[in-house]
């Protein structure tokens, strides 16, 4: 294994971010595979299982099964995780810019182009992004490991990797997968699979090719039993799709977990400000007209209460961790059966 760190300049004199990389070269003859987590600076489930997972890698290594190359980065955003404002980390939207760490990542035209070419002339975070794409490209499996507030496990997936990536879906265990296309505000993901979509097949190769958003539970899934559950199943993929041997790795079962496009995801907002009564939890299944959450608006008066119903049957795939929301707010997520009346082009979240 070979530890490089990367230096990202800040934007002002005397300010350098930094994050180490490591990589396993493998013999050869395998898929390479990406992995990286904490795109937003605080999504601590992918850490932990990246740092579980190490000791398999080390050990894979020492024994000569590692095929395909493997580059691990294990906290991809030493920027946003700086990010402190009165004792809350705010790693999502970089303070500078005010932009999401996972939108606007360079999309490049083919997966030969080099993205450094804008490392000269953008802000840090910029910066930052256009070396995330330089370390990830080439790679056939790219993972990037998020969490969401209190949620299932699931995967985004780009429509063309499907069904190829259900054993991927499988080998982590994943309760759901969420599947888009189009542009979703050039999110890392997006960037991954952009530059093979016009590629030729046998470069494109989206049967053995796999590009996933990972949103490993919730913000505070965070302890030993499912940082090893979660480095196992890393491993089983990697097993599975030939990056590393190891026959001790049984195959997984076919994945039994729910497929959704993403259209069908309704974004379940708050229509007033208020203390937030969660009627349902991530894994419940709901009935249409179904009360999801009571918002306490104005307490104490008779009629102080608003009840949000869901709009139509489906899987509650997340909710909010705080019990405050704002006229607006992203309430909860149900994955349903139509298209949301309320689903717009996108990601699902700004
Ligand atoms: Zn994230």
Known sequence: MRKTVEQIAGDTQGISFAFPVYVFEGKGGGPTAYLQAALHGGELPGVVAIDALMPMLRKAE???????????VPSANPIGR??????DLMGRFHFG?????????????????????????????????ARLVALSMGHDIVLDLHCDDESLAYLYVPTVLWPFMQDCAAAMNMDAVILWDGDCGAAFDQASIDPYLGAPTERARFD???????????????????????AEGLYRLLVMRGVI????????????????????????????????????????????????VT????????????????????????????????????????????PSATHRPGALED
């Open 82 to 87: 700086a990010q402190y404002a009165a004792g």
């Open 208 to 230: 053995r090719r796999v590009v996933s958003t990972v949103e490993y539970r919730g913000l505070a899934d965070v302890d030993a039993a499912l940082a090893q559950h979660d």
């Open 62 to 72: 020492l024994q000569g099964r590692i095929r395909g190359k493997i580059t691990i």
């Open 295 to 338: 918002i306490v608006h104005s307490p104490g008066e008779v009629d102080g209460r608003l009840d949000v119903l869901a709009p139509q049957a489906g899987l509650i795939l997340t909710r909010r961790n705080r019990r405050a929301a704002y006229s607006g707010d992203d309430l909860l997520k149900l994955v349903g059966s139509r």
């Open 97 to 129: 810019t005010q932009t999401n760490f996972n939108r606007d990542f360079p999309l490049l035209s083919s997966p030969d182009d080099n993205p450094e070419y804008l490392l000269d002339q953008s802000t840090v975070d910029q910066r930052l992004k």
């Open 245 to 292: 041997e190891d026959a001790a790795v049984a195959p997984s079962k076919p994945f039994r977990g729910l497929t959704s496009p993403i259209e069908n995801v309704e974004m379940v907002r708050a229509p007033c400000a208020g203390a937030l009564l969660y009627h349902v939890k991530p894994g419940d299944r709901v009935e249409e007209g179904q009360k999801l």
